[in-house]
């Protein structure tokens, strides 16, 4: 008998990194590892099990960033350069590894599987917003927006700068999947009351918030955390379930840690003979990560001491964790329907790139989890934010708390002593944006070319991850360049425009660059 509900979500994101200026670029392999390695990967399983008739249901934001880049035609053709090395490479890590059959396994798993990106990228016609508006449309999958360029909304004081992170996302995202968003994924998952009448006006219905968002609200939650609750607009808010979270996420327990499973910072990028993978390097000739990988977690050893990985027995690992959570969830979901009298809603809530990147078996994980749960019971089922509030339209009006999902849950990860200083060049960025609007409601020519423009600079310099980086300490000099450039433009378009004087080859040249949002319209500060 089926006692309650699992809303398993994603949020796919990446921030907008395009560089057509230079030849290779870093950071743009963070968009083609996270093709090669979990969207496609990602597409890939929901089209097995669509064809094979088993049913399933999973939510996933794709941020208009992430969209973006996607739809980018620069980006696609610098996607299957990359993906034609990796393809090279494989074929000639068949021939290095033919003597040693564990090796060679995993060389013949890799080659097959970017053999399998090819065929789903040419598939999906270089664009896989196609892809994955062919499982939204098939009813498996609900995917939501969120804001524009992944700003920190509680973090900005201007309401105009807050409502244009939402409307142009519902307007990039109406554009992309010809439908509108019925949900909202809030950049980090961070909420501060008030923010939902902005997505009321924008005809979102539901959002997302972490656990203590609504344990915290006020009054108290009823069913705590294993129901959506609506906000004083109407909003319907959903809150993350920290006990599924924990067997994924943590540390220490997390299924992505067994020692079975690959190990992420071993790579031939840095293992092989220099002249024999120079070629698959960036032009700058530096070791970096490939993307193959041959060895296993293995255990608390030194890199130099991991032992090969086993595909097959990664898989069967990967099997037993899918029933693992699975019988979890019926145990959590029986008792919660014994104790709160209605049917429990599990909001299972991930970053996407877990799935693939980080965690390798992560596809594979869901791929058995959505089987077993098909198959093996009947305690459970998959469900959609969207299918739940229909199927049950009535449920308690509560005031969350402000909260993010970040280290702590509130703000710090975005604003302390690292990165504070972001936030009043950011602030009175904003304040000109609204400035130069108004005073040019009916531009056209050059001058509205300039004024979009500037809209693009500003959403650019806000995105969230320039600040998370800077506190992360991973690419701090990449993180501060570009939050100073965009400003910089920023200041200098608004200079042009208040003095009338807009230079056209400075323009060109930004909007060849950052090209972000090609039917922006900057009244959106109005």
Known sequence: MEKGYLCLVLHAHLPYIRHPEYEDFLEEDWLFEGITETYIP??????????????FRITMSLTPTLCGMFSDELLQNRYIRHLDKLLELSEKELVRCRDHRTLYNTALMYNRKFKKC?????????????GFKKIQDAGKL???????????IPLMIHEKAKQAQIKIAV???IEKFGRRPKGIWLAE????????????????RF?????????????????GVFAPVYCPSGVAAFA???????????????YPGDPD?????????????YDYIHPYLHSDGIRRNIGIKYFKITGGVPLHAKQPYNPAAAREKAAQHAGNFMFNRERQVEHLFDLIKRKPLIVSMYDAELFGHWWYEGPDFLEYLFRKIHYDQDTIKTITPSEYLKKHPDNQVLQPCMSSWGDKGYNEYWLNGANDWVYRHLHKAAARMIEITRENPDAVGLKKRALNQSARELLLAQASDWAFIMTAGTTIPYALKRTKDHIHQFTVLYEQIKKNQIDERFLSDLERKNNIFPSIDYRVYL
Request: charged share 25%; glycine share 10%; net charge negative.
């Open 118 to 130: 090819r065929e789903i990228f040419g598939r999906c016609g270089g664009n896989l917003i196609n």
């Open 207 to 223: 959002f997302f918030v972490d656990t203590h968002g609504i344990l915290y609200g006020t009054p108290r939650p009823r069913y």
């Open 171 to 173: 307007h990039d995202y």
């Open 189 to 204: 998952c961070a909420y501060s009351p008030g923010v939902d009448d902005i997505l009321k006006k924008n005809g979102l």
């Open 240 to 254: 993350r379930d920290m006990e599924s979270a924990h067997q994924v996420w943590s540390a220490d327990i997390g």
């Open 261 to 273: 499973y690959r190990e992420f910072y071993r790579d031939v990028g840095y293992d092989l003979d």
């Open 42 to 55: 990602l597409l890939d399983m929901f089209e097995r099990l669509i064809s094979e008739g088993v049913d």
């Open 142 to 152: 609900e995917i939501i927006t969120c804001c524009a360029t992944h700003g920190y």
